[in-house]
């Protein structure tokens, strides 16, 4: 049966800016979800520290949770070989932090749909990288995960796999054994695809699931897709909602990923209201997987 996980979307800018919140703080505010996992996040201040590393993971085992899922964002589709390099060297570390959390699933991108780059170029670009990266990950028990991404906070440009064809392509361009993909149907949208067709396309390779809810603040999708091509951060325009509210048919995602086998961690990338919208969004999923796939 798939285990749910939290990711603290509400709390980024205080763990990973300002420092207004540790995260001990947000580990005591998980704990009152009752859910089995933390997702963390490489941008988190206090996990410059290397040393913070195992105390982080005592931390969270004392409240009786897990850290299952690293997200991280290396941008593998820069033209300069020593720019693709360094980025590598990147991941290597957020691998490292991964194990040392005691995770099992740090999360891989492309990079940036820089104009310049053609389909074909981007796709040889990032799978190279990202099969540079599966050795070392699989000698420390870490299985990397591609996910369909809209555009991370700091880029310029969205992501080169955003859409559903050369997401696909990417992922039929990646070895099964160390790697898988993290399915977010929510992104699925932004990119003008069906995110139950996408996931029909990769749900056998499906190992985890960015669980979210999307809605328009403002105008349309195509108004989003019209401007978010080279304004850097992420679109005004979007918001995150609380799950089981918004776009998305969980019980068609449910349905096909029960059907593949699916029992890994779904993380909700939710809350951005505050805890009691997160505590919503964590009681509609586990009593959707409950539906799905039986009780715990």
Known sequence: MPKIAAFPKAYMHALCKDGTMKLSEWFKLAATLDVQGLEF????????????????????????????MMCCSPDFTHPDKAFRDA????????????HALGGSYCRVLSGQRRPELSDAEG????????????PYAKERGVTLILENHYKDDF?????????MD???ALVDALPSDGFGVNYDPSN?????DDPIALLKRVSKRVVTMHASDRYL?????????????????????????EIGKGLNDYDAIFT??????????????????????????AEFLKSKTAQYWGTR
């Open 256 to 281: 096909e990923l029960k059907r593949v086998g699916f029992d890994g961690w779904i993380s909700i990338e939710d809350g951005v209201d505050g805890i009691d919208q997160l505590r919503r969004s």
């Open 155 to 163: 880029w310029l440009y969205p992501e080169f796999a955003q859409k």
């Open 41 to 68: 996040y490489a941008g988190f201040l206090e996990m410059a520290d290397e040393s913070n590393w195992p105390v982080f993971r005592r931390q969270v085992a004392d409240l009786g949770m897990s850290i299952p």
């Open 87 to 98: 980025e590598i060297a990147k991941q290597r570390r957020w691998i490292d932090m991964t």
């Open 188 to 192: 699925a949208y932004i990119a003008g």
């Open 166 to 168: 050369v997401f696909c």
């Open 217 to 241: 603040i403002e105008g349309t999708l195509d108004d989003l897709r019209k401007e978010e091509g080279g304004a850097a951060g992420y679109a005004k325009r979007l918001r995150h909602g």
């Open 123 to 134: 796709v040889r670009l990032a799978a190279d990288s990202i099969k540079a990266c599966i």
